[in-house]
């Protein structure tokens, strides 16, 4: 039987209307229980915004005069009209759901809108491209919105748009998913690998409300489904890294690029980021020389592009990088941004899942299944526990223009979304500051005063807890702000402002203005400190006192590679509290 489309309208309102997540995964729950087992996946994508896990690059594509001239022929309202409300609005959802209401008789030949019916309309607008598909799309829209009823219209024309803000983030599902199975969040560890290993929450679903648990358990890495990437903690100094390398250490450059995944089979490749998205278009010439350079008919492997200055051979920064991240001028960003690949990881070969290997094994399978050239290297590493070699190796790092180190222990599987010591991360200590940036994601902002009036003249960030899936506040962050960013954060931000705090976000200052936890810039201070009001860490040092930043400021890198959940975590933030006021080992020189 299938599922109406206005049950999922009144459990998107219910969520829409929450700041509690522990509300909102019991929302989501009673919503799975709701429905067909035959609709999971596909509500599971709906309630996120989407139609297709990100790595499949789907989008609805919709231009939004299109969407406003389908309003109009909907609601027998002027497009002025309807302008003029999104302007007061600032959503186009919210505008038609205001105009309509109580003025809108459904029509006796109207159909009430399923999931499914919905579900595939979208589908079939996403599906249409070339030349006339935005009238096309109207057709279909109108299919819709002429059916819908006011509440309804308002939830298609936010997804069609991307605006759906519910709050519903990946581990919110999975905690969902194993309460809607069970009553209980028993099954959230098998639920969690099976979607670090397909990177697939609707494949999850549907595998566990169809199959049960056992079906769960056997999902694995193909080619074409992004594995989510291993993750590194943070240690200030290489004394404190090498105590967690009880069976050898490999330290291997750290790079200032993108992460990407590589997915060869036969004469195919896809690229995909850390974000699990597709970025094969952005690079062609990794495309070409993957397929010139693994040998093996298929493989999934990993590493950092770096661009490469082709006139001094020296690294461009990752900013510089992210102008290959464009729909248009792809060659000539190409040509002016050239790259190098450094691989340093390996996660199946020819159907043979590796990732339960350890590090030692899989590299070799690694320089065996790849030939390096002057294009695709390995990642230039050393193998040793003697701090002594560790500190020349990280000066020679910095020389050659990377970040840091990675620490590796040897013996460390391939643990998939995981992070954890047997990766550590290492970037130079810089004189009188903390020893390394942290990666703080921006929740809200204030409007800025004379030069800055009229802007977000400061941002209110947070680090975020995995434990818990939440967000807590960290500081109020203005310094490093140039003109340009003040004129650019505000098209930032805008699509993912929400009228109240974030479900997914603690906070005991009230911004003026929130956004959904999404952006993550990368933030430089002088020291951590104890605060009565941001709410980081609070209780865990110091009873009645959270951690906050000292003279932060913004290094102007958007770490447009990395999600929310790829921040700085509170864990890291107590570690870094606790070791600040401790000699480094590695003593900052040059620049």
């Avoid at 290993?197 to 549907?206: M, P, Q």
């Avoid at 967000?471 to 931000?493: E, H, M």
């Avoid at 993912?496 to 929130?514: F, G, K, Q, T």
């Amino acid at each position: 039987m299938e599922t109406m489309f206005n049950v999922l309208v009144e459990h998107f309102k219910d969520m829409e209307n929450t700041s509690k997540r522990t509300e909102l995964t019991s929302i989501l729950a009673q919503l799975f229980n709701s429905i067909s087992v035959d609709e999971i996946d596909k509500v599971v994508y709906l309630t996120q915004g989407k139609l297709y896990p990100d790595y499949m690059g789907i989008e609805l594509g919709v231009a939004e005069k299109t969407i406003v001239k389908a309003i109009s022929k909907y609601s027998g309202i002027t497009e002025g009209k309807i302008m003029d409300e999104y302007r007061k609005t600032g959503d186009l959802g919210d505008a038609v759901g205001n105009i309509v209401k109580g003025k809108r008789q459904m029509s006796f030949f109207s159909e009430r809108l399923t999931v499914n019916r919905v579900y595939s309309t979208l589908d079939r607008i996403a599906r249409s491209s070339g030349k006339g598909s935005q009238e096309i799309k109207l057709s279909y829209l109108l299919s819709l919105l002429n059916d819908a009823e006011p509440d309804e219209a308002r939830y298609i024309v936010k997804m069609v748009l991307g605006t759906l803000r519910l709050g519903v983030a990946d581990y919110t599902v999975l905690d969902a998913l194993a309460f809607a199975r069970s009553g209980t969040k028993n099954s959230r560890e098998i639920l969690e690998r099976a979607y670090n290993l397909s990177g697939d929450l609707g494949l999850v679903a549907a595998t566990l409300m169809k199959e049960g648990e056992d079906a769960v358990k056997r999902i694995g890495i193909t080619i074409g489904r992004p594995v989510r990437p291993m993750l590194a903690e943070r240690v200030p100094d290489i004394k404190g890294a090498l105590e967690y390398m009880e069976n050898g250490c490999t330290a291997e450059y750290k790079y200032d690029g993108e992460r990407v995944q590589i997915h060869k089979r036969g004469k195919n490749v896809m690229l995909f980021s850390r974000r699990l998205e597709n970025i094969t278009m952005h690079y062609p010439d990794i495309v070409k020389i993957s397929l010139k350079s693994i040998e093996v008919d298929e493989a999934i492997v990993e590493g950092e592009a770096v661009a490469v200055d082709q006139n001094t051979g020296e690294f461009f920064p990752f900013q510089e990088l992210m102008h290959r991240r464009r729909k248009y001028g792809i060659k000539e960003a190409m040509d002016l941004y050239p790259v190098t690949l450094f691989l340093f990881d390996v996660m199946l070969v020819d159907g043979e899942q590796l990732i339960d290997l350890p590090l030692t094994e899989r590299r070799k399978i690694l320089w065996k299944s790849v030939k390096s050239d002057e294009k695709v290297q390995f990642a230039t590493h050393i193998e040793t526990k003697e701090a002594d070699k560790l500190e020349v190796f990280m000066d020679q790092a910095i020389t050659d223009g990377c970040e840091g180190l990675m620490l590796k222990d040897n013996s460390s599987t391939y643990r998939a979304g995981a992070r954890g010591f047997s990766w550590i991360k290492l970037k130079r200590d810089y004189q009188g500051e903390l020893g390394d940036t942290l990666d703080l994601v921006v929740v809200g902002a204030f409007y800025g005063r004379g030069r800055r009036a009229g802007a977000y003249g400061t941002l209110l960030t947070a680090v975020y807890d995995p434990d818990n899936d939440l967000f807590y506040t960290v500081s109020k962050v203005g310094a490093g702000l140039t003109d340009q960013d003040l004129a650019s954060f505000p098209k930032l931000l805008d699509p993912y402002r929400i009228p109240h705090r974030h479900a997914r976000v603690s906070s005991n200052l009230e911004a003026d203005a929130w956004f959904e936890p999404v952006i993550v810039i990368e933030v430089q201070a002088q020291e951590i400190t104890l605060s009565p009001v941001h709410t980081a860490a609070f209780n865990s040092v110091k009873v009645g006192a959270g951690l906050a930043l000292r003279f932060p400021r913004f290094t102007g890198k958007v770490r447009n590679d990395k999600g929310p959940e790829d921040a700085t975590t509170v864990k890291e933030l107590i570690e870094m509290y606790g070791n600040q006021k401790k000699k480094p080992m590695i003593s900052g020189t040059g620049p």
